[in-house]
């Protein structure tokens, strides 16, 4: 698979990321999802998606999801500081994929430097 969609963690956003920002126009098995939920991961392969349990910061699971050959990597974890550390590696194993990542605490969205 390559120029697929990767969303980390679909959980309570990754329906919608699986449907919307950033998926938009993709077939659903051209969007590999990753979470450590065996719900949310049973939910995504109900909805057509490839899926893997496992955690977003951890590059073996981040390599099965073929990050390294993805389009686009979608960030919808539900604590910032593992989206954080996911984006960081993702950034290491995919340096020209578009990373789209949400923030939980508006503290720690990122703002527009003046």
């Known amino acids: 698979m390559n120029d697929h969609v990767v969303v980390l963690g679909f959980g309570t956003r990754g329906p919608q990321r699986g449907r919307g920002a950033g998926a938009e126009g993709t077939s659903h098995e051209r969007i590999v999802i990753v979470d ?44 910032d500081d593992a989206a954080i550390l996911a984006a960081l590696m993702l950034r290491r194993l995919s340096p020209k994929a578009t990373m789209i990542a949400s923030a939980r605490e508006a503290e720690n969205a990122l703002r527009p430097m003046s």
């Open 36 to 79: 450590r939920d065996t719900s949310s991961v049973a939910e995504a392969t109900g909805a057509g998606h490839v899926a893997i349990c496992g955690s977003a910061a951890s590059e073996s699971v981040l390599r099965e999801a073929l990050v390294d050959r993805a389009g686009q990597v979608i960030v919808a974890l539900d604590r």
